[in-house]
């Protein structure tokens, strides 16, 4: 059964800084591993999708990594901005098709201007 | 690109009154969505799978005769919460994928949510 961790649960940063969250996953027969962002009594918000043939994807700021043989993957957001404080959740596709995702408990990014 | 649609977005109800929930996929067709619910600061946690046409499959421990699912179309999945209770409070959120844009490879896309309060 894929279980999905992400450390550190809440990260402070002042603003301008580069910052790295970090996900991990039990079953390396992954899929394909989304990042999603929420905000506060918010839904989801897809960030990036990984293919398990993928090492990574980048969309502005964000660079996201899938090292399936560590079973992790990591969100790397650089020149942080206020604006980014949300919680952030990596999601795990174990099978392809169509299945739901496993994710992990978030970690939780506060940006100080 | 894909959208789907949830709604209510908020209610507050009595307890013991029923409540349902639409998902829709705006501009596609699924025939399974998924029914997550996120307890405060907590992750989200699958509750259901909606198969179009057939009988939802719920995970261990969700009570199928609670939360009722009805997927009648291609588009649209309800879940209906039964004589619900203060413990059913919280945030519900529904998923899809578009398969006919590349199958598997399509990242799953979810509603805005439901926050529930049950008084």
Redesign the interface.
């Known amino acids: 059964k894929q279980e999905v961790t992400q450390i550190p649960a809440a990260l402070s940063v002042p603003e301008g800084e580069n910052l790295v969250l970090n996900c991990s996953f039990t079953d390396s027969a992954i899929?394909?591993l989304?990042w999603?962002r929420q905000d506060p009594?918010?839904?989801?918000t897809?960030l990036l999708?990984i293919?398990s043939s993928q090492r990574e994807q980048t969309s502005g700021r964000l660079n996201a990594s899938l090292d399936k043989s560590s079973g992790r993957s990591t969100l790397y957001i650089a020149a942080s901005q206020p604006g980014d404080s949300a919680t952030y959740?990596c999601?795990g596709?174990v099978?392809?098709?169509?299945?739901?995702?496993?994710?992990?408990?978030?970690t939780r990014l506060s940006v100080i201007a | 690109g894909a959208v789907v649609s949830?709604h209510p977005s908020w209610v507050i109800c009595k307890s013991g009154t029923s409540v349902k929930i639409e998902c829709r996929s705006l501009d596609f067709q699924a025939?399974?969505m998924?029914w997550?619910r996120q307890f405060p600061k907590?992750?989200?946690?699958?509750m259901a799978?909606s198969n179009e046409g057939s009988k939802a499959t719920y995970e261990q421990g969700v009570e199928k005769d609670k939360f009722l699912i009805n997927h009648a179309s291609l588009t649209l999945s309800t879940l209906t919460v039964t004589s619900a209770h203060p413990e059913d409070s919280s945030?519900y959120?529904c998923?899809a994928?578009d398969?006919g844009a590349g199958?598997?490879?399509?990242?799953?896309?979810?509603?805005?949510?439901t926050?529930l309060s049950i008084l």
Do not use: C, E
């Not at chain 1, 009594?41 to 989801?44: D, P, S, V």
């Not at chain 2, 199958?103 to 979810?110: A, D, S």
């Open positions: 899929y394909n989304q999603f009594g918010k839904g989801l897809s999708l293919q959740l999601a596709g099978n392809s098709g169509n299945t739901p995702l496993v994710f992990g408990k978030g | 949830q025939t399974t998924f997550y907590q992750s989200l946690m699958l799978t945030f959120i998923s994928r398969l199958g598997g490879n399509q990242p799953q896309h979810f509603g805005d949510g926050r």
